[in-house]
Every structure is written in C-alpha cells, then in structure tokens.
C-alpha cells in the first residue's frame, strides 16, 4: 500500500518539528510582548515564550535520553511562578495608583 | 502515530497562542492561553515526559493562570490608553519579529532527526527526582529561597495599607525628606 507509507513517512516527526513549532510559540510571544500595550497581556505572552522554551528543552531531553532537561524545565516552571507573582503584584500596585494597565501611560517610576 | 498528535495538538497550540495575542479582552487572553498550555502539557506527554505534562497542567494553567485571571477580574475594566501607536515603529518592530522567527524556525527546523528509543523510566517522577535531590540539590534549595522571597515580596508589594498604620512606608518618609531640604535651603537664606 504505497499511499499509507507515504502517509507515514510524512506524519514521522523528530527533533525538527517540535523546535520549529516551539520556535513558533516563542516568536508569537515576542508578538505579544512588542504589540500589545496592556500588560497584562504582556505578561501573558512572557508566559507563552516560557512555555516555547520549556518545550524546546523537553525536546532535546527526549532527543539526547537525558534528563536534565527535564529538571531545567521544573526550574524554569517555579521562576516563572516567582515573576508572575511579583510582576502582578507590581501591576496590582500601579493600577491603584494610575486605575490603569496601559504600557503608554508609564512614563515614570515615582509621581 | 506520535507524528498524528504532534500535528494535531500543535496546530491547535499555535492557533491559540494567536487567539492570545490578538482578544482585546485579557479574560478572553487568559482562556486562550490556558488551552495553548494544555495543548503543549499534551506535546510533553508525546515526548514522554510524563511529570513534566503534569506539571504543565497544575502549575502553569492551573495555578499561574488562575492568579492571571483572578488579578484581571480584580482590576476589572481597565481604560485604554488615548496614545495613538506610532504606525513607523510598528512596522520595524513586525520586520524584526517576522526576521527572528524565519531565521529561528529554519536554524532549529531543518532537516529533522528522529527521535531514538527510550526506555520507561524516561520521565517518570522517580528518575527525575532522583536527579533533582542528587545533581540538583543546591539549585533546588535556591527555587525554594527564590520562592519564599517573591512570595514575601508580593505581600509587601500589594498590602494595603491603612491610614496611620505602622506600614505606611513612603509618604512620611519622602515628606521628610523634602522638609529637611527645605530647612537646609531656609538655612542657606538666613
């Protein structure tokens, strides 16, 4: 059957494919981060570009049968946590005193 | 088989990292956002990566999206901002971002080796955490320093403070400051 091993060899995937598609994820949260002003969007697409790098590392962790890409992404997993929870509490202060979340209205540190 | 739900899951993966970037709504964001990280918790699990995809689900769209999403409900509707974007940097910036991602995706996705065999212990809570309480020990203290101080740092970062308490950490302090400037300065006039 000619076409069902055309299929496939067409659906086999490898180390490729999963870097090309993580580069993909980080670069729409470049996207994010440059285009959006809100930043709570902002951070979110921080998040996304986390997330493409974590699977780029599992990748290659699957690809070298090492794991010490595995423990670099639980690593990667609990800073974010730690910048998320800063970064929005930061956000949670500014907006109290500016009652907005617009990058473009940040121009200062102090008022 | 494992090329089927690579397809499957990163199209999806991808459609809805878009969907993120471009709801004008943050909850809407949020939700996206949420799915994409499922979609890759599913991609981890095809690496065999089972703790990994675990921990993508509860850490990463459980609990850091659920704080997301409870920040943004708190802030409610937001005003946006009247600034109108300036449509010249605008376009260096999509330039750059379109540059990056082709060269990123022809460096990293050209000719694709295949994954080798691996056996099952490839992944599993125990192998990892043997190597996380062995190779890892020190580092693993730190993420839990790291933790403890940015946990400290949020509630001192979002306290509210109540008028006269003891907390009340700027104002007095900047308000003396400029007193004291200002007696130097009669100083200076007398």
Redesign the interface.
């Not at chain 1, 997993?77 to 910048?83: F, G, R």
């Not at chain 1, 929005?88 to 202060?93: K, S, W």
């Given at each position: 059957m000619p076409d069902l091993q055309g299929l496939t060899s067409?659906?086999?995937?490898?180390?490729?494919?999963?870097?090309?598609?993580?580069?993909?994820?980080?670069?729409?949260?470049?996207?994010?981060v440059?285009?959006?002003?809100?930043a709570?969007?902002m951070?979110?697409?921080v998040?996304?570009m986390l997330?493409a790098v974590?699977?780029?590392l599992?990748?290659f962790?699957?690809?070298l049968?090492d794991?010490?890409g595995?423990?670099m992404?639980?690593?990667v997993?609990?800073?974010?946590?730690?910048?998320?929870?800063?970064g929005?509490?930061?956000?949670?202060?500014i907006?109290?005193k500016r009652?907005?979340?617009?990058v473009?209205?940040f121009r200062q540190l102090m008022e | 088989m494992e090329g089927l739900f690579f397809y499957l899951f990163g199209t999806v993966a991808v459609i809805s990292a878009i969907a993120t970037i471009t709801r004008k709504d943050p909850v809407t964001s949020a939700f996206w956002l949420i799915f994409c990280f499922l979609n890759v918790a599913a991609l981890f699990a095809t690496l065999s990566a089972h703790l990994m995809a675990a921990l993508q689900v509860l850490i990463y769209a459980g609990a850091i999206m659920v704080f997301f999403l409870f920040v943004t409900m708190f802030l409610g509707k937001v005003k946006r901002s009247a600034a109108k974007p300036n449509p010249v940097l605008y376009g260096i910036a999509f330039v750059t971002v379109a540059a990056l991602s082709v060269i990123m995706v022809n460096v990293t996705g050209g000719e694709s080796s295949p994954f080798p065999e691996v056996g099952p212990e490839h992944g599993t809570i125990e192998s990892v955490s043997h190597l996380l309480l062995s190779d890892y020990l020190f580092p693993f203290e730190l993420v839990g320093l790291l933790l403890t101080v940015a946990v400290i740092g949020a509630v001192l970062l979002a306290r509210r403070e109540a008028p006269g308490s003891r907390g009340a950490r700027i104002t007095p302090s900047r308000s003396s400051e400029s007193g004291r400037e200002g007696a130097v300065g009669g100083a200076g006039d007398a």
């Open positions: 067409a659906l086999q995937v490898g180390l490729g494919h999963y870097l090309g598609l993580s580069a993909i994820l980080f670069s729409i949260g470049v996207l994010g440059v285009f959006r002003r809100n709570l969007v951070f979110m697409s998040e996304l997330t974590n699977l780029s599992i990748s962790s699957r690809f049968d794991m010490h595995h423990v992404v639980l690593f997993l609990a800073v974010a946590a730690a910048e998320a929870g800063v929005l509490a930061i956000l949670v202060e907006f109290r009652d907005s979340v617009d473009d209205e | -």
